[in-house]
Nanobody
Framework: QVQLVESGGGLVQAGGSLRLSCVNS????????VGWYRQAPGNDRELLAR?????TTNYADSAKGRFTISRVEKTLYLQMNSLKPEDTAVYYC???????????????WGKGTLVTVSS
């Protein structure tokens, strides 16, 4: 079963960089896509970057040019550059899983890691 744990959050000054990691301690066979999301206080959770099982990536406008999603074996990364105070949020990784042809796609979430960008 897919289990996700994020790390790498913290406090960084505006203009700085952070790399978030998300380790999957479970299986990978049922995963159809993975992604990074964030949720700032008072806001809805938003998609930042997504990678499907073929490696195709897509990014939200807020992430294009500054954030990069990548994967090495069972670890998903989000490289974040040129950070801004408005990037302050809890960052989550998620995996869309489909255990069988008959089953619907289900999204599994990590618990999140807090990123704080100071001005």
């Amino acid at each position: 079963q897919v289990q996700l744990v994020e790390s790498g959050g913290g406090l960084v000054q505006a203009g700085g960089s952070l790399r978030l990691s998300c380790v999957n301690s479970g299986g990978t066979r049922s995963i159809v896509a993975v992604g990074w999301y964030r949720q700032a206080p008072g806001n809805d959770r938003e998609l930042l970057a997504r990678m499907d099982s073929g490696g195709t990536t897509n990014y939200a406008d807020s992430a294009k040019g500054r954030f990069t999603i990548s994967r090495v074996e069972k670890t998903l990364y989000l490289q974040m550059n040129s950070l801004k105070p408005e990037d302050t949020a809890v960052y989550y990784c998620a995996a869309d899983v489909k255990p069988s042809i008959e089953s619907p796609i289900r999204r599994i979430w990590g618990k999140g890691t807090l990123v704080t960008v100071s001005s």
